[in-house]
């Protein structure tokens, strides 16, 4: 399974935290405290795999995390869109072969009965 847990450094200089990507080098990111430069991090993280899929880029492989860095994870929908651009590149397909032609599933009706 596709973890998208990808290393940052974290530096600080002159009163704000910096926050860079080894592996995404166009993601750049700083705050005023540690706190908001985490924030700020999954945030500009999020926006460059978004920006990654948007221009049909490949979406690099996370790093081993080396001494020092800590592990940054995109928001939830964006990993998952990221997870299924990634499968659909790795395997030619088009995301929507993927959703016509999964194996339909059939439910039986829900007959609970739910008293308030």
Known sequence: MLEFLYPAKIEEEDGFFTITFRDIPFALTDGKTYEEALQEAVD???EALTSC???NEDIPMPSPARPGEILITPPALVAAKAALYIATN???MNPFFIIRNKTPQFHQPD???YFA
């Open 44 to 46: 500009c993280f999020g």
């Open 53 to 55: 899929i948007v221009d």
């Open 90 to 92: 790795v395997r030619c």
């Open 111 to 113: 007959t609970r009965v």
